[in-house]
């Protein structure tokens, strides 16, 4: 065997392990995927759609209102929406979302969902606690469950952001 052939050979190996050593740390800390169950994030997010999450951004920042967020309930994953941060009161009174006392416009979700949110609150969240909830609101598992659903979320649970729906090919777009 000559030495280019040799070189070229050993050059091709390299870049191999190369590209799946930076798969894997890209898969690892920085971007994943998940297959969203269930039609809680309707018509936001479907049923069988695929995303692309960012798992570095809260090693970074904190999660913010309206983020979509990925979370960590053993042996379950969920897909939800952020509603409150960490020590705000949160309240839903007459179709109407209250944080700390002021309107919070849910622009996010259409008219029945806000009609089927229901009362709740206010609830004041702990320190590193979260209030999510899903947009389909008539049937999402969340926040508002108390220990029959989710309950409050702690930062640690939430272990990405939702950035992009990558399947099915007609439905690619930014999560919002």
Do not use: C
């Amino acid at each position: 065997m000559s030495d280019h052939k040799r070189i070229s050979w050993t050059e091709w190996v390299k870049a191999i392990v190369i590209a799946f050593l930076v798969a894997l740390i890209l898969k690892t800390y920085v971007f994943s995927t998940s297959i969203v169950e269930g039609e809680s994030m309707d018509p936001t997010l479907s049923h069988g759609e695929r995303i692309i999450f960012n798992k570095f951004v809260y090693h970074v920042g904190k999660p913010k209102h309206g983020d979509i967020v990925i979370i960590e309930k053993s042996p379950k994953y969920y897909v939800k929406r952020v509603i409150a941060l960490p020590g705000e009161t949160i309240e839903m009174r007459e179709h109407t979302l209250y944080i700390d006392g002021e309107v919070f416009d849910q622009f996010y979700i259409n008219e029945e969902a806000r009609l089927n949110t229901g009362n709740f609150g206010p609830h004041t969240l702990p320190e590193h606690s979260y209030f999510v909830m899903g947009d389909n609101r008539a049937v999402s598992k969340d926040s508002r469950n108390g220990q029959n659903g989710l309950g409050f979320i702690k930062d640690d649970e939430i272990i990405g952001k939702s950035e992009f729906i990558y399947y099915p090919i007609t439905e690619w777009s930014i999560t919002r």
